[in-house]
């Protein structure tokens, strides 16, 4: 009888900090621990408020240090395949919840890391910051510091790509279509690839220009019929050049759907099932491999 009373008093025990793990914060990784370069002398406080439909979605601004929030899948799930989240909201706040943390999370309960992207914002009032110079910047910083933490967090190389929603899919494509720029450096993450494995764009605006080669990775391009013209129409155009260069690409256009959808609770139809229909893209391109 005590020798029952002390397993069960374990297995409470072992489910306590299971659950206090899973309750606990994601871990948040500064891409430049030291100040991001452009970033010097900024000491303001980063603002988040509150918006949405039912007024529980975060919305952050005044992003001076910019940074990752980790999502990592349970051990026995991992696929080795990893996804940085870049936000919306025109370059001029980030809408963190239905296009990041909601799409992290769900990535990493199926299996694939995710990475919230907070990036600095160029076209926030009073912004120094430039979407070329800065955001492109984060996001090419924040492919390399995934990379450079691939072994501890259990990822391949070879299969960490980005996502980006409206305005972030703007930085997700530069991030994918243009090098980084280099120079000297002693900080060994810059040594990384900053290059995604691949790229899928949701209702993003699309860069003026794009330098599109076979060699450009692979993307996931969606969006919905209802969008603005200059996506509803410019995805598929994209699309097409992409194979005109020899890409690989696969393009989803949702019927009876605008703009800003992300994940919610609340999608219904394709709109809330199309992260399914993009991990099997994963899949089947050979970035989520048993």
């Not at 899948?73 to 706040?93: D, K, L, Q, S, Y």
């Amino acid at each position: 009888m005590m020798y029952s009373t002390m397993l069960i008093q374990r297995a409470l025990a072992i489910c306590a900090v299971a659950t206090s793990l899973l309750a606990a914060d994601p871990e948040v990784v500064l891409l430049w621990p030291n100040g991001a370069p452009g970033s010097e002398g900024k000491a303001e406080e980063e603002s988040v408020r509150l918006a949405g439909a039912a007024n529980n979605e975060r919305v952050v601004t005044r992003v001076h240090k910019p940074s990752l929030t980790v999502y990592l899948p349970a051990p026995g799930n991992a696929t080795g395949a990893a996804v940085i989240v870049a936000p919306g909201g025109g370059h001029r706040e980030l809408w963190s919840d239905h296009e990041g943390h909601n799409v992290a999370r769900w990535l990493s309960e199926h299996g694939v890391a995710g990475f919230v992207l907070k990036y600095r914002l160029a076209r926030e009032q009073g912004s120094t910051y430039s979407i070329e110079g800065h955001a492109l910047a984060d996001a090419h910083r924040a492919i390399r510091v995934v990379r450079s933490r691939a072994k501890a967090w259990g990822l391949h190389p070879g299969r960490i790509g980005i996502m980006g929603f409206s305005a972030g899919g703007e930085v997700a494509a530069l991030a994918a279509s243009r090098a980084p720029e280099s120079g000297p450096s002693s900080d060994p993450i810059d040594k990384e690839n900053a290059t995604p494995s691949f790229q899928a764009l949701v209702y993003p605006a699309i860069p003026k220009s794009m330098a599109l080669a076979k060699e450009t990775p692979p993307a996931f391009l969606l969006c919905g019929e209802n969008d603005r013209q200059n996506i509803s129409q410019g995805l598929p155009e994209l699309y097409l050049s992409m194979k005109k260069a020899g890409m690989s690409a696969e393009l989803h256009v949702l019927a009876r759907v605008g703009h800003g959808f992300g994940v919610r609770p609340t999608n219904q139809g394709a709109a809330g099932n199309w992260l399914h229909t993009f991990r099997e893209w994963m899949r089947v391109s050979g970035f989520i491999q048993p």
